[in-house]
């Protein structure tokens, strides 16, 4: 099996892609109500956070790489 880099940004946006998933899940079952709006707010959110992530790994993966003199 090829190894891959690992990309946090990508978790983070799976994490709420997941949990608006689920969110609207116990909607459709009746085990609670979710506002049709309330996708919106909460996926802007995640990937703004996957962003800052994403930016955050690149800069930490780009510093651990400079080259020794």
Do not use: C, N
Request: charge should be positive; charged fraction near 15%.
């Amino acid at each position: 099996m090829l190894r891959h880099e690992f990309q946090p940004g990508r978790l983070v946006v799976g994490v709420f892609l997941t949990a608006t998933g689920i969110a609207y899940a116990g909607d459709a079952a009746a085990w609670w109500h979710i506002e049709s709006f309330a996708a919106a707010p909460v996926m802007v959110a995640g990937l703004f956070l996957a962003g800052v992530t994403a930016a955050l790994a690149r800069a930490i993966r780009r510093r651990g790489r400079a080259p020794k003199s």
